[in-house]
């Protein structure tokens, strides 16, 4: 065995292919498994994909790197549970590509924020957080409320989510920049296609207070009023299921 | 040197190396390491009988202790919920009169209502519950939909222009935006309240303009829901415009905003996201901090 580990040490490309090997046993042993096993996302029949304007926001929760301070997966701890909200399932990921956990928290996790406080809090928020939250030391992003948000290229980001497997109908591709626009402009005529197409629970609103402007500030309300919100799996889950198999267990 | 051959002083072999001269010498792994890796590898050997490990195709191993970490949480939670339940139990069957006679509640109320109240409230009524701009001060004794305990839950339970069908519903139309009112109209209006309202004293020139007709304006425009006095209604969320309560500002150029483009915030509903005891210590806990009063009527 030394003598065989002699040799190999003293060949530069065997020994990065060696390395190479060894390194991927940990991925391929603990992480490629899970797409195959059937509990890792579970099954739900509510979920619903980003509408075009959602997923202009995420884009832009990206471009500002909001996940460097803020997770979404609320653990399978009881103090994240009684702070925070149902713990984060799989499936609640499911259409995130890339998913947006995170692993540090300099501000709360906000997988659960979609709901929580007004449309009007978010804008106060992102334009001046110390307005609202004096102790607060999130960077201000006042600019998104005067960014006009750019929606040509939406038909293009809902195709690539499409490849990934994220199930948008052509009538959405063709739809993106219209619906965008609609989403933040309840009383316009385009409005009832949103929700024809993505449900009658979609937030139909005038995200940053004015409707006849689309913003990334609209963009990004309308992003964070949904996070946690696309499916009621994880609220399902604790009431239901999740208690039963509780009980199993004992 | 070359590969193979010994240091002549230690003699051992080296790895065949040479650094100006300097040789390094080929030792073997020192057995704390050896035994290192063999004890860690037990452990996991064991780790892997007792917990959830391998996967196997669509399934996977589950382990000896039958260890599940959902499980785990909501056992975590229940057992919490039923140390709790001593007094969550208690403010559950009293009514807000009866809690707030009951001091050991209420030490609990006030402990349990501040963590609440800063995990869920303080984003826009401020840690302190003294308000934002269009964020109202729950500090003080204007309430816009009535301040008496049984109220603010309800408001807590269906929130105010919410998304839950039994919402609070309230909307200051845009009189100047959608045409109601010409611009002297609303500056006539605005010159009514600032010279009636409590508390205003920096009065400027443009306010002695039209108060007359602005209070013949304030008749048919705004008593409708602020009612003829300008005292506001709680029933329709009308605040109180007499007072020196201001939810955006009393200045001129707020006032002016207000009446052209409209008004109406929204507060989240709360039912879906706070139980029934959590709300009634936060209704409780906040109409403590608005003047001591829980229990009494406005």
Same mark, same amino acid.
Request: proline fraction near 9%.
């Given at each position: 065995m030394p003598e065989a580990h002699r040799k190999l040490e003293r060949s530069t490309i065997g020994f990065v292919l060696a390395i190479v090997v060894v390194a991927s046993i940990g991925g391929l042993v603990e992480i490629a498994p899970l797409f195959t096993i059937d509990e890792t996302v579970e099954e739900v029949e509510d979920m619903r994909v980003y509408t075009p304007l959602e997923l202009a926001g995420r884009n832009i929760y990206i471009r500002e790197g909001c996940y460097a301070c803020h997770s979404q997966m609320i653990r399978t701890l009881r103090d994240e549970v009684e702070r925070y909200g149902p713990y984060s399932l799989a499936v609640e990921s499911q259409y995130d590509h890339p998913m947006l956990w995170g692993s540090k928290r300099t501000g709360p996790d906000l997988a659960r924020v979609g709901g929580k406080y007004s449309d009007e809090w978010h804008v106060a928020h992102l334009v001046d957080p110390r307005a609202v939250v004096p102790e607060s030391k999130m960077p201000a992003y006042a600019w998104l409320q005067r960014n006009t948000l750019k929606t040509d290229d939406l038909p293009d980001h809902l195709m690539a989510m499409l490849r990934v497997g994220v199930p948008y109908r052509d009538a959405m591709i063709e739809n993106a920049a219209r619906d965008a626009f609609a989403q933040a402009y309840p009383d316009s005529d385009m409005a009832e296609g949103v929700a024809e197409r993505y449900g009658e629970d979609t937030n139909i609103r005038a995200f940053d207070g004015d409707p006849g402007r689309l913003t990334e500030m609209d963009a990004l309300v309308a992003y964070l009023q949904i996070v946690g919100q696309l499916t009621d799996a994880a609220h399902e889950k604790r009431t239901g299921e999740q208690v039963v198999r509780a009980e199993e267990t004992e | 040197m070359a590969i193979g051959e010994r240091d002549p002083i230690t003699g051992r072999h080296t790895t065949g190396h040479e650094w100006n001269g300097i040789e390094e010498l080929d030792n073997r792994v020192p057995r704390a390491v050896i035994f290192f890796l063999i004890v860690t590898t037990l452990f996991s050997i064991v780790y892997w009988v007792l917990m959830?490990?391998?996967?196997?195709?669509?399934?996977?191993?589950?382990? +000896? +202790?039958?260890?599940d970490q959902r499980a785990t949480v909501e056992k975590a939670v229940q057992e919490a919920a039923a140390r709790r339940a001593a007094w969550t139990d208690e403010i559950a069957r009293l009514d807000f009169a009866e809690i707030t006679k009951r001091p050991e509640l209420m030490r609990i109320v006030r402990e349990s209502g501040s963590t609440l109240f800063g995990d869920n409230c303080a984003a826009c009524h401020g840690t302190d519950a003294k308000g934002n701009p269009g964020f109202p001060s729950l500090a003080d004794d204007a309430w816009l939909w009535g301040g008496d305990p049984e109220t603010v839950a309800e408001t807590l339970r269906i929130g105010i222009n919410s998304t839950h069908p039994e919402t609070r519903f309230a909307q200051m139309p845009a009189f100047g935006r959608d045409g109601i009112l010409d611009r002297t109209a609303i500056s006539s209006i605005v010159s009514f309240i600032r010279n009636n309202a409590q508390g205003i004293d920096d009065l400027g020139p443009l306010d002695s303009k039209g108060v007359k007709e602005g209070a013949q304006l304030f008749a048919e425009?705004?008593?409708?829901?602020?009612?003829e006095d300008g005292r506001g209604d709680p029933a329709m969320g009308a605040p109180d415009l007499m007072d020196d309560s201001w939810l955006i500002g009393s200045d001129r150029a707020s006032l002016i905003g207000t009446v052209s483009q409209g008004r109406q915030g929204h507060m989240p509903h709360w039912e879906d996201r706070l139980t029934e005891t959590d709300r009634k210590i936060l209704a409780i806990y906040v109409t403590e901090i608005a003047g001591g009063r829980a229990g009494a009527a406005r």
């Open positions: - | 959830p490990a391998w996967p196997l195709g669509v399934t996977y191993t589950k382990g +000896l +202790l039958g260890i425009n705004c008593a409708a829901c602020h009612g």
